[in-house]
């Protein structure tokens, strides 16, 4: 088979997958009818399930995430008002499982003269004492972007519903040289061994991502350190930094306050010039109060990411409950402004992940937090199963728009993979669209299509390729929209990262991915690459939705493993709850 047209594909055997095993039979399709009117975008189909999100209006970035006396909460950036940004105040909700979340009232809107124009991003810290406070960015009545704080108006309220603001806000102010428009979004605060709080300012000085230091002995008085915590020419304007340790070895999580030869830090940055989430791996001197990293590289563009697709503002805490960190991230709509308006809403969370340093040290590791596995109802398993070449395989017995699937795709033959050329480093999405699953490979291309239409007229393609480079094997990872929907208007890009993996000695590949109306996030290589895609097809309106595995490679792939869920729905933010 030379190609894999969206119509042709199905001129193969067709195979289904069922929770007994596999059954095969032939098809053959027509060319697809093509008059069917367009369903509504305010389908209830295209909102989420399992996702966080408020029951409507404008959501972005999480702000403040903690847990806190038993209780885990969430702060966002919310438009109490209107489906498109503005009106900036904190949105809260509160949850014991990180799965079922209860609403609560906005916990800061823009009532002071230093937040009157919006209470923007920010972050949580517990106190000695056990006493939570948040840092935030507040824009004041000239413009100005300041840094505030806020506390909980009754400690003894299990789910801290009233915030106070002390008149001694604002406690951080854009003077010395400091852009009073790009100065925002502080970090969680950490503690050092001199007694001293310490925390990091998103800002850019003289065209550098910075991150402008501040201590403090009493969280209030703040003074600026000599040095930022790191700046690099490597980008802009760094919004929403996160700083905080990991461990070298193992998958506990630390206090954000932790510091040793046996930790690494993690500086993260969000970037408007690719919309995404960039870190540094790299040690905390604390003598010198700076962050140095392992690599220094003034080019953004080959800087790690959390995530090679939509994936924003995220924002990590220490769940001391489980000892473990966790990665919350807004992920942002692909529709137009006007398609929001009729659906009455706008912007998710991802599932919240856990996220560790991976045992090679060159790179993290994100996994769905466990909670997520309760939600999995009745699915299909298969065990050991070839996938021919052109062979298409569909996933059988699970709700094909809201299901759980993990696959490990086995290679038994190595020797077939195409060249590798070194300059795909630079932009793997580019050989994402050049290659894509239509363009039949050696090893590859081969994995999921999802919410597909019966005549793969729309389908989401999440699938690898593998290439053989000198001395090593590379492994492509794609998650490629182009198809996804039959909507002219809806964004619809091709991702694409390589995944960090010794294939020769692993000899498999694993792929989990999260389907969930709206959107898909996919975990290659046990979480060491992760891609998420938010996507619009008419088929979820139309119903009739189809989800298949498939190998348009010269080579035969094994399914060593197969597992698919279908995934319940939680309480989340039910108005009336």
């Known amino acids: 088979m030379a190609s894999f047209h969206p119509i042709l594909f199905f001129l193969c055997y067709h195979f289904v997958f069922t929770s007994n095993g596999a059954s095969a039979s032939r098809r053959v399709f027509l060319f697809p009818e093509s008059d069917q009117e367009t369903s509504s975008i305010a389908s209830n189909q295209y909102r989420t399930a399992c996702h966080f999100q408020p029951p409507k209006n404008w959501m972005n970035d999480p702000n403040g995430p903690m847990h806190y006396n038993g209780v885990y909460h969430l702060f966002y950036q919310y438009n109490p008002y209107s489906v498109v940004a503005g009106n900036k105040s904190w949105g809260h909700s509160t949850s014991t499982d990180l799965i079922n979340w209860t609403p609560q009232d906005p916990a800061i809107d823009r009532n002071k003269p230093y937040d009157i124009n919006g209470c ?15 840092l935030y960015t507040g824009i004041d009545t000239e413009k100005r972007q300041v840094q505030n704080v806020a506390i909980p108006k009754n400690l003894s309220d299990p789910f801290l519903r009233e915030w106070t603001k002390p008149d001694y806000n604002p406690i951080m102010e854009p003077i010395d040289g ?20 310490r925390v990091a300012v998103g800002a850019e000085i003289e065209g550098n991502g910075t991150a402008i230091l501040y201590k403090s002995n009493d969280f209030v008085h703040w003074v600026r350190a000599a040095s930022p915590l790191h700046t690099s020419r490597g980008s802009g304007m760094w919004e929403c930094p996160d700083f905080y340790p990991v461990l070298s070895k193992g998958r506990q999580g630390l206090d954000t306050s932790e510091n040793s ?15 995404s989430d960039h870190y540094m791996l790299g040690r905390y001197d604390l003598e010198k109060d700076v962050f140095v990293p392992d690599k220094t590289v003034d080019d953004y563009r080959e800087w790690l990411r959390y995530d090679y697709g939509k994936f924003y503002a995220s924002k990590t805490f220490f769940d001391e409950k489980k000892k473990r960190r966790i990665l919350w991230s807004w992920l942002n709509e692909s529709d137009s402004k006007a398609d929001d308006l009729l659906k009455g809403w706008a912007g998710i969370q991802a599932v919240p992940r856990t996220i560790w340093l991976d045992s090679n040290g060159r790179q993290l590791v994100q996994w769905p937090v466990k909670e997520l596995e309760s939600l999995r109802r009745t699915g299909a398993h298969l065990h050991n199963t070839e996938l021919k070449t052109g ?7 699970v709700k094909a728009s809201q299901a759980n699937v993990e696959v490990d795709f086995e290679l038994p033959n190595l020797e077939i993979a195409k060249p590798f050329d070194p300059s795909w480093l630079i932009d ?62 809806v964004d619809k890009p091709a991702y694409g990262s390589f995944v960090d993996i010794d294939i020769k000695k692993e000899g498999k590949i694993s792929l989990r991915t999260l389907i969930d109306h709206s959107v898909v996030e996919s975990f290659a290589g046990g979480g060491r690459t992760c891609i998420t895609a938010r996507v619009y097809p008419e088929v979820l309106v139309t119903g009739d939705i189809h989800l298949y595995a498939f190998n348009n490679g010269t080579e035969t792939i094994k399914v060593s493993k197969l597992q698919a869920w279908d995934m319940a729905k939680p309480w989340i933010n039910v108005e009336g709850e």
């Not at 062979?391 to 017995?397: N, T």
């Open 391 to 397: 062979g298409l395989f569909e996933i059988k017995g």
């Open 178 to 197: 400091i852009n009073a428009s790009q100065f925002r979004d502080p970090m969680t605060a950490w503690h050092g061994s001199d007694g001293h709080w």
């Open 120 to 134: 923007w991003s920010g972050s949580a810290t517990i106190l000695h004492g056990s006493k939570p406070v948040i």
């Open 261 to 275: 030869r046996d930790v690494k830090h993690v500086l993260k940055m969000s970037l408007a010039e690719t919309q």
């Open 428 to 489: 793997p999405p580019k050989l994402c669209r050049d290659e894509d699953a239509s363009v039949q490979g050696g090893l590859g291309p081969f994995g999921l299509l999802i919410l597909a239409s019966p005549n793969l007229e729309e389908h989401t393609a999440v699938f690898f390729r593998v290439y053989k480079a000198h001395n090593r094997y590379r492994v492509l990872l794609c998650s490629d929209q182009r198809r996804s929907s039959l909507r002219p208007e």
